[in-house]
């Protein structure tokens, strides 16, 4: 069984790469659909292709304000013509006679018989003629019918995550409404009896919940639905229930603490107890106690109904903070429809000698500087968190790697990895 497999201390931990395609495989896109209008689609995934029942633009339209001509009457380099129209945009004009122009304004149609545009810039109008001073091409500042997209043809593929970008393109063709992936019900909750809320005074040994506030603000960008079960007790009991409960309803739970393999860590073995553990420990820096499996789901008389994912990730707050970037945000976009989720990533120069190598794949954080190579946050721990705020991204350091001082280093910006 692939459980006793991944729950064995003594198999050796699972590469990034091998987890991260593990937890794609195995997971299973939602199915439902609700469509809502294109104005409240930000951040939603689509879930039907959409094309285009229009050109755009729908007309040849003007790039430039100025003057509509004939090409042929402008031959001359300096040609003087009537004005016989004025078209601003959203107004039809007239046919262009020959040897006249027509005042034209950005956007506006372009009037049959013209077969260039030419900038204002380039024209001298006095009264009722203008002198163009240039000798135009034909098509010159005019945009095509079509140009843009083209009736018929698919402008966004299902598994798209709209954007700003992605909703103008909709409205653009006149679509008002967009079926999208129902949002992903999401459970959170936290162990620890150590744990204390902001706002409430600190006990001695107890510290305040940052990943409460870190991984709620994470599924926000995500666009999730999420409950809050808040911090659990350190207890088997507890933690069991709170699994049995949010199985019954989400699509995911996802734990902070408690995965390791210490005497107070119960999440693991809850987990084991109401499901199973699919994957557990990665060679990670920070983070290498992550816990993938599923929660069994009960109906009447206790039968089973299916199963809710189950991610556990580690309790310091920067290991936590990584292994959702590089774990849960990639395998919630594919239970999204998502195709797309890899991060782009940069090759910088590294402006910081890293003489120690670790066995693990390290993840360190690092800032760009005004020259465009990356500085190095001088504290690299696990609980540091203010270098999660200092840095704009991760190096991701292979295993066995020294990293001197000039040469290129694989650096991932933080912002292809919150959204």
Request: overall charge negative.
């Amino acid at each position: 069984m692939m459980q006793d497999k991944f729950a064995s201390k003594t198999v050796p931990m699972l590469s990034v790469s091998e987890a991260c395609d593990f937890l794609l495989a195995a997971a299973r896109p939602v199915t439902g659909v609700e469509t809502i209008s294109t104005l409240e689609s930000n951040g939603r995934v689509l879930a039907v292709a959409q094309s285009a029942q229009i050109n755009v633009p729908p007309m040849d339209n003007t790039q430039m304000d100025g003057y509509a001509v004939r090409t042929a009457d402008c031959a001359s380099g300096t040609a003087t013509l009537a004005i016989s129209q004025r078209i601003p945009a959203g107004y039809v004009g007239q046919p262009l006679p020959p040897g006249s122009a027509a005042r034209i304004f950005t956007g506006a149609m372009i009037p049959s018989g013209a077969d260039a545009v030419v900038m204002q810039e380039m024209c001298v109008a006095e009264g009722d003629t203008v002198t163009i001073n240039h000798t135009p091409q034909a098509g010159e500042w005019i945009r095509r019918v079509g140009e843009d997209i083209q009736a018929d043809t698919v402008i966004l593929p299902a598994g798209t995550r709209l954007r700003s970008q992605e909703l103008g393109l909709a409205s653009s063709v006149g679509i008002a409404t967009l079926p999208v992936v129902r949002k992903l019900r999401v459970a959170v909750f936290f162990t620890g009896d150590e744990l204390a809320m902001p706002g409430e005074a600190l006990k001695p040994g107890a510290i305040y919940n940052s990943n409460r506030f870190t991984l709620r603000a994470l599924l926000e960008n995500l666009g999730c639905d999420i409950t809050d079960y808040g911090i659990v007790p350190d207890t088997l009991a507890a933690t069991r229930q709170t699994l049995r409960t949010a199985a019954q309803e989400h699509d995911l739970i996802i734990t902070s603490g408690g995965v390791s393999v210490g005497e107070e860590d119960y999440v693991k073995p809850a987990v084991e107890a109401e499901g199973r553990l699919n994957m557990w420990q990665i060679a990670l820096k920070p983070g290498k106690p992550l816990a993938f499996g599923e929660i069994n789901r009960h109906g009447l008389q206790g039968k089973e109904k299916g199963t809710c994912f189950f991610l556990g990730l580690p309790g310091n707050p920067v290991s936590s903070f990584v292994t959702f970037l590089l774990f849960v945000r990639p395998f919630i976009l594919r239970l999204q429809g998502v195709q797309n989720i890899a991060p782009k990533a940069f090759m910088l120069r590294a402006d910081f000698a890293w003489p120690r190598a670790d066995k693990r794949n390290e993840f360190l954080r690092a800032k760009i500087n005004a020259e465009g190579g990356l500085d190095l946050f001088a504290h690299q721990g696990s609980a540091v968190l203010t270098s999660t705020v200092w840095g704009d991204g991760l190096i991701d350091n292979p295993p066995g790697k020294i990293i001197a001082a000039g040469e290129l280093v694989r650096f991932i910006p933080f912002t292809e990895l919150l959204y």
